[in-house]
């Protein structure tokens, strides 16, 4: 059995993921095989750069 490896995203990470193209893209490229995990502060922090965003996934 392989074990699904774990990471941490910061609230950086979610600012550069929402209007650019390569941290998506690396995310979507390992989606299957890693779960990721955000604390809750980091979408506050997040939603003051990008107001207009309401919804992040969780």
Known sequence: M????GLVL???ILIRAVPGRRVR???EAHED???FYT???C???ASQVH???THWPR
Request: without cysteine; glycine residues 4%.
């Open 2 to 5: 392989r074990t699904r490896k």
């Open 10 to 12: 910061d609230a950086n």
């Open 25 to 27: 893209l690396l995310l």
């Open 33 to 35: 095989s890693a779960d």
């Open 39 to 41: 604390p809750d502060v």
């Open 43 to 45: 979408f506050d922090d």
């Open 51 to 53: 107001p207009g965003r």
